[in-house]
């Protein structure tokens, strides 16, 4: 044992964190993680089938959720989880009673970086969480905390200490996160190109967030890292991380909490069938036309100081001004404030109500 | 001849791109970008003595300026070029015919690239300049028209065709660009992280801007490109660039002008004496908290639609607003004024009527 501590010792809050897969199929995909995942906790949320077994690999510490456990746990509020939709990953998020959470696509394999070494794709993550976010103002050398880096020449002092991290987004190599389009003219592009740099997405910016390589403090923002309705029974697909990031993004603005992005790369190993997407996506594509625009205008009163009133403002927004745009909006509005409620149900402010084994005491 | 054009094609705009360098020495420096500066046309500016001799290594096509012409070229209106600062570097942007301009700073020399190459920044300025800007939504991909990267799923496709790119900001391995108090703090700290990115600044995001690699489009913005009034009488230096980069952020922003920033490098050879720093920034280190609010807060109206136009309406705000903080700013206002009246003068809307050589004629 002293042998082995000496080549694994204690992972970066290991105990603060859950690592969050969703999946429909046997969890090989582990094997490759098992020196950078293997003592932190796994939160497995299965979509589609609950009949069927997801096999995890030996030596991995992991509870597991089916749809029948996600109905069982949530009652009538479980309409707010997806299925049949890595959407269905949110329901691990709510049920985590970690500080931090990273959540990975189990076709996301280790990365290496140029020197040909293997890329902890988590302890990057922990350090873009754990060192502050400078959203107003760019600093050209990238993150300033970074060693070997600091804030250059006109960068005001008094915005150097930086605000509280809430996101840190990843990125991948080999295939990129196109859309269906993107997909379809360029089904050969790969993304070779290492950046090695790790950014804060400024102030009033909004950006495409995938939930791929992502890892947030649940504390800070964890209820508005809601992934919407997406999937069976819904007219869209893969818009739901970016719907959580939209949102979480105009809330971070309103709340003074940084969202990075950059480091650390995945390999993302198979290109979803851009056919497929195409179906799923469609209607965001036009959808979001107007999306952006109105997530770009939304103000948050200052009244609202938490994230989960943040959210049931959003939500209001949402239902006023994109119901307009389709009844599916007015559909996600409610759905929006069901997920508040359920979070909050799961995560009450004083006390532990709910057990480590994601049961809710009666 | 056959031979030689082989290794040396025809470069990228080599008829429209006039490179300006300020300089108080012997133009050693050019021999190492002789490769990928020769067949460009160079505008020198002579800083301090005018009496002193500056050799320019053989077979560079250049046009050289000291006070005594710039005070003969721009007679009473020499006020707003700056006297013993670097600064005085955009008499050569007004000078200039050309529609592009690269500026350089002579204790720059060529950067290496991670596979040993030696990096022709000029190139990847050009690059830059000439594919639009994305600055109302970020790109997680970085440029999304650089060889290989694309927008990724999320990126709304009324926003891929992008605007012109207006300002290209380069960056620098070795001696980074920090102020006084870092360098005070970290002698010893080189800047050695290669980032293999070119990104926009968003909209409504101030940055640093150095001007030691910097290349723009004079035509979309060079009036706006202004280094005000350092050195020589008066109260601060090493704000030159800042001021430019934010004045000419703000016109950007209000014009629909893109501006990157990221790669290209240059080596930087060599810190600059960190209390000589210390004695010319002093100043700007606490008025900067006042301006970073301003050109924040400051908004440019509609109907200014020309970057003269803008810059005016800029200068009566700075006067007005930033007058209360310094009276420095009274006369860098006034300056401002002065410097869009000589641009005017010496780029006249019609015809050509300044020479080549510089000389304005009667």
């Given at each position: 044992m002293a042998e082995y501590s000496k080549v694994a010792p204690t992972p970066l809050l290991k105990d603060e964190l859950d690592i969050v897969i969703p999946t429909i199929r046997n969890l090989d995909f582990l094997e490759m993680w098992r020196p950078f995942f293997q003592q932190y906790h796994l939160i497995i949320v299965q979509d589609g089938d609950p009949s069927k077994v997801i096999k995890v690999p030996e030596g991995f510490d992991y509870e597991l959720y089916n749809r029948n456990d996600i109905n069982r746990i949530l009652?009538?509020?479980?309409?707010c989880i997806s299925f049949k939709d890595s959407a269905c990953r949110c329901f691990g998020y709510m049920v985590s009673k970690k500080k931090y959470i990273f959540t990975i696509d189990d076709d996301c394999f280790v990365a290496k970086d140029p020197s040909g070494k293997d890329i902890n794709a988590l302890e990057q993550h922990i350090k873009n969480l754990l060192s502050p976010s400078t959203p107003f103002f760019f600093n050209t050398?990238?993150?300033?905390?970074?060693?070997g880096a600091d804030f250059v020449r006109g960068y005001p002092f008094s915005l150097r200490e930086g605000i509280p991290t809430a996101v840190s987004h990843g990125l991948w190599l080999n295939i990129p996160d196109y859309d269906a389009p993107t997909q379809l003219v360029?089904?050969?592009?790969?993304?070779t190109r290492f950046v090695d740099a790790v950014l804060t997405i400024p102030k009033g910016t909004l950006f495409p967030m995938c939930g791929m390589n992502l890892a947030f403090n649940r504390e800070l923002i964890g209820p508005a890292m809601y992934f919407g309705l997406m999937g069976d029974?819904?007219?869209?697909?893969?818009y739901d991380d970016m719907w959580a990031g939209w949102c979480m993004k105009v809330i971070c603005d309103h709340l003074g909490l940084g969202v990075k992005t950059g480091l650390p790369y995945i390999w993302h190993s198979k290109a979803s069938n851009p056919f497929v997407n195409l179906k799923k996506e469609y209607k965001g594509i036009y959808w979001q036309e107007e999306l952006i625009p109105f997530f770009q205008s939304a103000t948050i009163p200052?009244?609202?100081?938490t994230v989960q009133g943040c959210y049931l403002e959003l939500s209001k927004q949402v239902k006023a001004k994109l119901g307009k745009v389709d009844d599916y909006f007015i559909k996600l509005a409610d759905a929006m404030v069901t997920w508040v409620e359920a979070w909050d149900e799961l995560n009450p402010v004083e006390g532990k109500a709910v057990e480590a084994n994601g049961v809710v005491p009666k």
């Amino acid at each position: 044992m002293a042998e082995y501590s000496k080549v694994a010792p204690t992972p970066l809050l290991k105990d603060e964190l859950d690592i969050v897969i969703p999946t429909i199929r046997n969890l090989d995909f582990l094997e490759m993680w098992r020196p950078f995942f293997q003592q932190y906790h796994l939160i497995i949320v299965q979509d589609g089938d609950p009949s069927k077994v997801i096999k995890v690999p030996e030596g991995f510490d992991y509870e597991l959720y089916n749809r029948n456990d996600i109905n069982r746990i949530l009652g009538p509020k479980a309409s707010c989880i997806s299925f049949k939709d890595s959407a269905c990953r949110c329901f691990g998020y709510m049920v985590s009673k970690k500080k931090y959470i990273f959540t990975i696509d189990d076709d996301c394999f280790v990365a290496k970086d140029p020197s040909g070494k293997d890329i902890n794709a988590l302890e990057q993550h922990i350090k873009n969480l754990l060192s502050p976010s400078t959203p107003f103002f760019f600093n050209t050398l990238y993150d300033p905390y970074r060693e070997g880096a600091d804030f250059v020449r006109g960068y005001p002092f008094s915005l150097r200490e930086g605000i509280p991290t809430a996101v840190s987004h990843g990125l991948w190599l080999n295939i990129p996160d196109y859309d269906a389009p993107t997909q379809l003219v360029k089904p050969l592009e790969r993304n070779t190109r290492f950046v090695d740099a790790v950014l804060t997405i400024p102030k009033g910016t909004l950006f495409p967030m995938c939930g791929m390589n992502l890892a947030f403090n649940r504390e800070l923002i964890g209820p508005a890292m809601y992934f919407g309705l997406m999937g069976d029974g819904q007219p869209i697909g893969r818009y739901d991380d970016m719907w959580a990031g939209w949102c979480m993004k105009v809330i971070c603005d309103h709340l003074g909490l940084g969202v990075k992005t950059g480091l650390p790369y995945i390999w993302h190993s198979k290109a979803s069938n851009p056919f497929v997407n195409l179906k799923k996506e469609y209607k965001g594509i036009y959808w979001q036309e107007e999306l952006i625009p109105f997530f770009q205008s939304a103000t948050i009163p200052k009244d609202c100081t938490t994230v989960q009133g943040c959210y049931l403002e959003l939500s209001k927004q949402v239902k006023a001004k994109l119901g307009k745009v389709d009844d599916y909006f007015i559909k996600l509005a409610d759905a929006m404030v069901t997920w508040v409620e359920a979070w909050d149900e799961l995560n009450p402010v004083e006390g532990k109500a709910v057990e480590a084994n994601g049961v809710v005491p009666k």
